[in-house]
């Protein structure tokens, strides 16, 4: 009976006509904290960035303009990259059209790259230890102090093919494509 009388206590000031619906904004940041999203905060990117293309097998530097909605200079040399134009026969990509970035994250030295499926397609070693290259030379670059980049395949960790045909299932570095690296000015 006490049990009663103390639930009829607690529930009489809860009546229908007392409660009072705010909007988000009007919801005390103090306590719960901005209710509007924090806008990214901008990356002042440069206007052109040094991505790796192909020459007669080999990997060439060449200087893309950069688009300035991507919120990292990693993922905005990425793009550049995946979207370079043709130079003709003589200069090209090994990464299939349509490949996309999902995402690239930086924790320290190492990239993780997460790409879309396509970046398999047409898979021949060579080639596809020629795209895996591209990226990497890109990414570790001097100045973004990138050293070894991981690859993710649609949110799936997997293993990428090193300059020899090889499996490799770790970050993986410029040395293991040393064989594609631009050639030394004379």
Do not use: W
């Amino acid at each position: 009976k006490a049990t009663m009388i103390l639930a009829a206590l607690l529930l009489a000031p809860c009546r229908a006509d007392s409660v009072t619906i705010l909007s988000e904004q009007d919801l005390p940041e103090d306590v719960y904290g901005s209710p509007l999203r924090t806008p990214t905060p901008s990356v002042d990117l440069p206007e052109e960035g040094t991505v790796y293309l192909i020459r007669e097998g080999r990997l060439v530097e060449r200087r893309l303009p950069l688009q300035g909605e991507i919120a990292s200079l990693p993922g905005a040399l990425l793009v550049a990259l995946f979207t370079a134009p043709v130079e003709g026969k003589r200069v090209h990509s090994a990464i299939p059209p349509g490949t996309t970035l999902n995402a690239v994250t930086v924790d320290g030295p190492v990239a993780t790259v997460d790409v879309t499926s396509t970046f398999e397609a047409q898979p021949s070693e060579r080639s596809l230890a020629l795209r895996v290259a591209q990226v990497v030379y890109t990414l570790t670059q001097q100045g973004l102090g990138i050293v070894s980049v991981q690859f993710v395949i649609d949110g799936q960790q997997t293993s990428v093919t090193g300059g020899g045909g090889e499996p490799l299932f770790r970050p993986v570095f410029r040395q293991d494509y040393s064989q594609f690296g631009p050639l030394k000015p004379s």
